[in-house]
């Protein structure tokens, strides 16, 4: 939540600020801002977009070789003009972007009101550059002396970048709990709060570590200390992203480039992991923990969101086929409750950006009762992805719609060759099913490519007989089960159409009592297990008029004559179905959302990085 950009050199810092803003927009886009130093520190604040605040300050004195810009996802007041950062101190020598929470900011504004200073804002971060402020007054501090200084007195979570107008060459950043990178160029340095705004300019980065404090000013090394002032050493990485990676490539929006690229990313994450033929399956990251897996008592997967049902999915693969417990927890529940967790369990945690906060407190406290830690992430050199004792990476590449695609084939396939992986060390499958597996496997990026060019028109179709209605429900067995709950999340989230999944048994427990000629009913109909009963399921809507819209496996000949539409997709085997069944649901919220006028890209009150808890 919240993007932050500066820029340290010799060029023109406010068009790469504006660049680099428009590319982290995913984390936020209810308001922005941008300070410039160039003798005096001019502030450029807008509610709305970044292509907002470019039309309002382009025309302005926007001239400066330093700078820092945000753009904000509102936790503490209103998206306003105000409420944007950057905020300046009191005295406006200073001005400070934040990406997080300062959760003690009441006791510390009514200290600082005491003291003589007035706030213009309603955010916790106008509190924080006050603090700064206060401090180097003082005490007669050095910028990084007051940073440190005051960070030592908040409570919360933080990543920050502060200027200061008589430092003109310097550039003071900090972080905890909030990412922040810094890229070097040649006499120029780059901030942001990930890579995707650095890679055009430089790929040498320094991913900053918890309670970490850097001073990065012109001519000098790069200076990084910890909170308690101890110096560090951090560590150059080549990052490994190209730009083409970052662009929409011919699509309207990025959800769309993003489910078509499956075929492709569901190949690159299984690439050099699986080999049907000689029947293994490597993860290098199980490799080193391979006895704690086998012995593991039971494995616990947090996650958030869409992340949450790929754990549902590999909840089941892993029961199924390596017999190991498994328990999947919402990451926000399991840390605010006081879960049985011991040095026995393994805690999983699925996220795609690697920044979720409630997942990375419920990964500490796994930490701090000695389990053992894995990561199955996207982002490379997130804070989970560095937090956990091993993990593995999905490979999708950067997923830019907040609405998550991509990244749950690659969590799903991720998990499908860890279950392959710990059935096969634990004996808990038979040959033949293994290697009937790993082949299925092999092709399944194929058959979602049929999938995705054989019912785009049909899907189209559907669309259109949707798009008006103001409920759907979605209801799914077994493998297909929380494939139900991602395709309600994903219509609710795109196209604000109130949406829910249940497993399909449950309707008569209650939700058929919704259902009339007004409900839209997805049914994920392609198991093969409880065939039968998902048939009854259907009949039990018709017979309320309900109007069913049913995946079902092609060929398929008995749901088709009583569904009002079916889309069919390959067959497969039942592990593996969630990996195709998803992906017309994927297509169906994108079109019905955009037939809604929606921007599909940046949903009403999202984030695609949710980093605060
Ligand atoms: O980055 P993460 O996978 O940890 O994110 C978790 C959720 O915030 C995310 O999946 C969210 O639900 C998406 N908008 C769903 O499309």
Same mark, same amino acid.
């Given at each position: 939540?919240?993007?932050?950009?500066?820029?340290?050199?010799?060029?023109?810092?406010?068009?790469?600020?504006?660049?680099?803003?428009?590319?982290?927009e995913?984390?936020?886009?209810?308001?922005?801002?941008?300070?410039?130093?160039?003798?005096?520190?001019?502030?450029?604040?807008?509610?709305?977009?970044?292509?907002?605040?470019?039309?309002?300050?382009?025309?302005?004195? /926007?001239?400066?070789?330093?700078?820092?810009?945000?753009t904000?996802?509102?936790?503490?007041?209103?998206?306003?003009? /105000?409420?944007a950062?950057?905020?300046?101190?009191?005295?406006?020598?200073?001005?400070?972007?934040?990406?997080?929470?300062?959760?003690?900011?009441?006791?510390?504004?009514?200290?600082?009101?005491e003291?003589?200073?007035?706030?213009?804002?309603?955010?916790?971060?106008e509190?924080?550059?006050?603090?700064?402020?206060?401090?180097?007054?003082?005490?007669?501090?050095?910028?990084?002396?007051?940073?440190?200084?005051?960070l030592?007195?908040?409570?919360?979570?933080?990543?920050?970048?502060?200027i200061?107008?008589?430092?003109?060459?310097?550039?003071?950043?900090a972080?905890?709990?909030?990412?922040?990178?810094?890229g070097?160029?040649?006499?120029?340095?780059?901030?942001? !709060?990930? #890579?995707t705004?650095?890679? +055009?300019?430089?790929?040498? &980065?320094?991913?900053?570590?918890?309670?970490?404090?850097?001073?990065?000013?012109?001519g000098?090394?790069?200076?990084?200390?910890?909170?308690?002032?101890?110096?560090?050493?951090?560590?150059?990485?080549?990052?490994?992203?190209?730009i +083409?990676?970052?662009?929409?490539?011919?699509?309207?929006?990025?959800m769309?480039?993003?489910?078509h690229?499956?075929p492709?990313?569901?190949?690159?994450?299984?690439?050099?992991?699986?080999?049907?033929?000689e029947?293994?399956?490597?993860?290098?990251?199980?490799?080193?923990y391979?006895g704690?897996?086998?012995?593991? !008592?039971?494995?616990?997967? @947090?996650?958030?969101?869409?992340?949450?049902?790929?754990?549902?999915?590999?909840?089941?693969?892993? +029961?199924?086929?390596?017999?190991?417990?498994?328990?999947?927890?919402?990451?926000?529940?399991?840390?605010?409750?006081?879960?049985?967790?011991?040095?026995?369990?393994?805690?999983?945690?699925?996220?795609?950006?690697?920044?979720?906060?409630?997942?990375?407190?419920?990964?500490?406290?796994? =930490?701090?009762?000695? #389990?053992?830690?894995?990561?199955?992430?996207?982002?490379?050199?997130?804070?989970?992805?560095?937090?956990?004792?091993?993990g593995?990476?999905?490979? #999708?590449?950067?997923?830019?719609?907040?609405?998550? /695609?991509? #990244?749950?084939?690659?969590q799903? /396939?991720?998990?499908?060759? &860890? @279950?392959?992986?710990?059935?096969?060390?634990?004996?808990?499958?038979?040959?033949? %099913?293994?290697?009937?597996?790993?082949?299925?496997?092999?092709?399944?990026? =194929?058959?979602?490519?049929?999938?995705? !060019?054989?019912?785009?028109?049909?899907i189209?179709?559907?669309a259109?007989?949707?798009?008006?209605?103001?409920?759907?429900?979605?209801?799914?067995?077994?493998?297909?089960?929380?494939?139900?709950?991602?395709?309600?999340?994903?219509? =609710?989230?795109?196209?604000?159409?109130?949406?829910?999944? %249940?497993?399909?048994?449950?309707?008569?427990?209650?939700?058929?009592?919704?259902?009339?000629?007004?409900?839209p009913?997805?049914?994920?109909?392609?198991?093969?297990?409880?065939?039968?009963?998902?048939?009854?399921?259907?009949?039990?809507?018709? @017979?309320?008029?309900g109007?069913?819209?049913?995946?079902?496996?092609e060929?398929? =000949?008995?749901?088709?004559?009583?569904?009002?539409?079916?889309?069919?997709?390959?067959?497969?085997?039942?592990?593996?179905?969630?990996?195709?069944?998803?992906?017309?649901?994927?297509?169906?919220?994108?079109?019905?959302?955009?037939?809604?006028?929606?921007?599909?890209?940046?949903?009403?009150?999202?984030?695609?990085s949710?980093?605060?808890?």
């Amino acid at each position: 939540m919240c993007g932050i950009v500066a820029y340290l050199g010799k060029k023109e810092a406010f068009p790469i600020i504006i660049n680099g803003l428009k590319r982290l927009e995913y984390r936020g886009y209810d308001s922005t801002g941008i300070a410039i130093l160039n003798n005096e520190l001019k502030v450029f604040k807008k509610a709305g977009k970044v292509s907002d605040l470019e039309a309002y300050a382009s025309p302005l004195d /926007t001239i400066g070789n330093i700078g820092i810009g945000h753009t904000r996802w509102a936790t503490h007041g209103k998206p306003n003009d /105000t409420n944007a950062h950057p905020h300046k101190s009191g005295n406006s020598r200073l001005a400070l972007v934040h990406n997080g929470i300062i959760e003690n900011y009441k006791y510390l504004k009514s200290a600082l009101k005491e003291l003589g200073h007035h706030f213009d804002s309603e955010t916790d971060t106008e509190v924080l550059v006050h603090l700064i402020e206060e401090l180097q007054k003082r005490d007669d501090l050095s910028l990084e002396d007051a940073v440190r200084e005051a960070l030592t007195r908040v409570v919360g979570a933080y990543a920050i970048v502060v200027i200061d107008k008589d430092n003109p060459t310097k550039i003071v950043a900090a972080r905890k709990d909030s990412p922040l990178v810094i890229g070097i160029g040649n006499e120029e340095y780059y901030l942001a !709060s990930d #890579a995707t705004p650095l890679i +055009e300019y430089t790929k040498k &980065m320094i991913y900053l570590n918890e309670e970490e404090i850097a001073v990065v000013e012109l001519g000098k090394p790069i200076e990084v200390k910890s909170i308690d002032n101890i110096i560090q050493s951090p560590t150059i990485q080549e990052v490994d992203m190209n730009i +083409e990676e970052l662009e929409k490539g011919g699509y309207d929006y990025f959800m769309m480039k993003e489910i078509h690229q499956q075929p492709a990313t569901v190949a690159d994450c299984m690439r050099g992991r699986i080999n049907a033929e000689e029947g293994w399956v490597h993860l290098g990251g199980v490799n080193q923990y391979e006895g704690k897996f086998t012995n593991a !008592s039971r494995i616990i997967m @947090a996650a958030c969101g869409t992340s949450w049902h790929s754990a549902l999915i590999g909840e089941y693969l892993f +029961e199924e086929l390596a017999r190991i417990p498994v328990e999947v927890e919402y990451a926000s529940e399991l840390r605010y409750r006081n879960p049985v967790l011991t040095e026995n369990d393994v805690v999983i945690a699925i996220s795609q950006s690697g920044e979720t906060a409630d997942t990375l407190s419920a990964l500490r406290l796994a =930490k701090e009762r000695g #389990a053992l830690t894995y990561g199955i992430v996207n982002v490379v050199g997130s804070s989970i992805a560095r937090l956990t004792d091993a993990g593995s990476y999905i490979h #999708a590449g950067p997923e830019i719609g907040v609405a998550s /695609t991509k #990244a749950f084939t690659g969590q799903v /396939t991720l998990l499908t060759l &860890m @279950a392959l992986k710990l059935a096969k060390l634990r004996n808990t499958i038979s040959e033949d %099913y293994y290697r009937q597996l790993l082949f299925e496997l092999k092709v399944i990026p =194929k058959k979602i490519s049929q999938v995705l !060019s054989q019912n785009e028109a049909h899907i189209k179709y559907i669309a259109n007989e949707i798009k008006d209605k103001t409920n759907a429900l979605y209801l799914g067995r077994g493998y297909n089960f929380p494939v139900a709950l991602e395709g309600a999340l994903k219509l =609710k989230e795109i196209s604000y159409i109130h949406a829910e999944g %249940y497993p399909a048994a449950e309707m008569k427990h209650g939700p058929i009592a919704l259902i009339d000629e007004n409900m839209p009913v997805f049914v994920i109909a392609t198991n093969k297990s409880a065939y039968e009963k998902i048939i009854s399921n259907i009949q039990e809507v018709k @017979a309320r008029k309900g109007y069913v819209i049913a995946i079902v496996i092609e060929g398929e =000949k008995t749901i088709s004559e009583i569904a009002d539409h079916v889309i069919e997709i390959p067959d497969t085997v039942e592990p593996l179905v969630p990996l195709l069944s998803v992906i017309p649901l994927q297509l169906l919220s994108y079109y019905i959302a955009i037939l809604r006028g929606c921007n599909v890209d940046q949903p009403r009150n999202l984030a695609k990085s949710v980093t605060v808890e």
